[in-house]
């Protein structure tokens, strides 16, 4: 059976790939990333799924050159517009006569939690635990050992609509393609780039890619909420496309050369001719009104991500500010005008390659890329139930060998 996993993001735009392996010591190893163009899917939804089977296929092609297929586990990254988050709490009675807690009592709380009435063409995709309570005393991390009556556990339920992401995963099972996961894009990001130490104060991360913008919020190291907004930087090349009267191909290489998000920091006397870039366009635009069309677009993205902070009641109340990925954070001047619309400290984030194993320099730097940062958070947290399932096995196969020793003289 082959150690490779894979963390497959594909977007509307791009299609992100990050290949790593699972090494003895469980130290993750990354052996490629690389991304091709994507067909098919608008907003983070089919819209053809030929054209997205089309697309992944060159992509499978190159990971089948590792291994087979079927053998590598694949961790897509999911997520549209219709993700809802909503609090359950689990409550069950500890069930044995000293009252200690054990496995079974959480296992059954946890799934008391996720007893809830969604609607049938809808599908859970995590159920995260926020915190135990043992007899009214809240904030308990672990619960396992300690003396109670009443378990209960607070637990975010996230669901999508359940259409959208079976279309998505048959075009990869088309291919031959072996799911092994399926994780929410927005905790992917946060898996690949945000701190211990972050999530601890309270930080929201944002990754505004070209069909869509997600969002996820973190304090005291629990997931506070998560959103997705089918809006994203798609749309501004749109909008240069309709004020500049450029076709869309001209518009977005306008956008990524000459673009910034921050009008007041380009000058008036900058302009660009057009017939450089595409020989149908004539005349020159001045780089400021290029930014202006940015920013106002930017802008909006952005007030759609405060009116969901004020929403959880966190709107400029994280002491770890806001982290920034995806493509559209590669704009220059993106974090200034994140600071200034919602009020908080903002960065690039960038995944601390460092720790990693990485094969090549050439793979690190790709890493580095605010575009990766969903496909390496898929990776690593496919790692990380590797890792854990190892570790179950391990620990079940030391149960059976202590029994067999206790029966067998």
Partial sequence: MSNLLIGLDIGSHTIKVVIGEVKRDNQPSLVDAFKMPSAGLRKGVVDDISEVTQALSPVLSQVKKMGKASDIGIFL???????????????????????????????RAIQSAQAINIPPNRMVLHSIVKEFIVDGVKDIRDPLGMIGNRLEVNSLI?????????????????????????????????????????????????????????????????????????????????????????????????????????AREVSVRDAVELAKIDSKSKGTVPKKFIADIIEVRLAEIL???????????????????????????????????????????????????????IKSNEIAAKLEDPEFTCALGLLLTGHDRTVESRGARLSLRGVVKRMFKHFVP
């Avoid at 689990?90 to 009592?105: H, K, N, T």
């Avoid at 690039?348 to 720790?355: H, W």
């Fill in 303 to 357: 007030e759609l991500v405060n009116n969901e902070l004020k929403d959880t009641g966190k709107a400029g109340r994280l002491p770890a500010g806001v982290v920034l990925t995806g493509g559209g954070a590669k704009l220059p001047g993106v974090p200034d005008l994140a600071r200034q619309e919602l009020k908080l400290s903002a960065q690039i984030g960038i995944p601390t390659v460092s720790l990693l194993d």
């Fill in 77 to 107: 990254g999911v997520g549209s517009g219709d993700v809802k988050v909503q609090s359950s709490i689990g409550v069950v009675a500890v069930s044995r006569a000293d009252y200690e807690i054990y496995q079974d009592d959480v296992s």
């Fill in 158 to 262: 996230i669901d999508a609509f359940t259409p959208g992401i079976k279309n998505l995963s048959k075009c990869v099972e088309i291919l031959g393609g072996n799911l092994s996961g399926l994780v929410l894009g927005a905790l992917a990001d946060a898996r690949a780039v945000l701190t211990k130490n972050q999530k601890e104060l309270g930080v929201a991360l944002i990754n505004i890619g070209f069909g869509k913008t997600s969002l996820c919020v973190f304090e005291e190291n629990k997931l506070l909420h998560a959103a997705v907004f089918p809006v994203g930087s798609g749309n501004i090349t749109n909008d240069l496309a309709i004020g500049l009267k450029i076709p869309i191909e001209t518009a977005e290489i306008i956008k990524l050369t000459f673009g910034s998000a921050l």
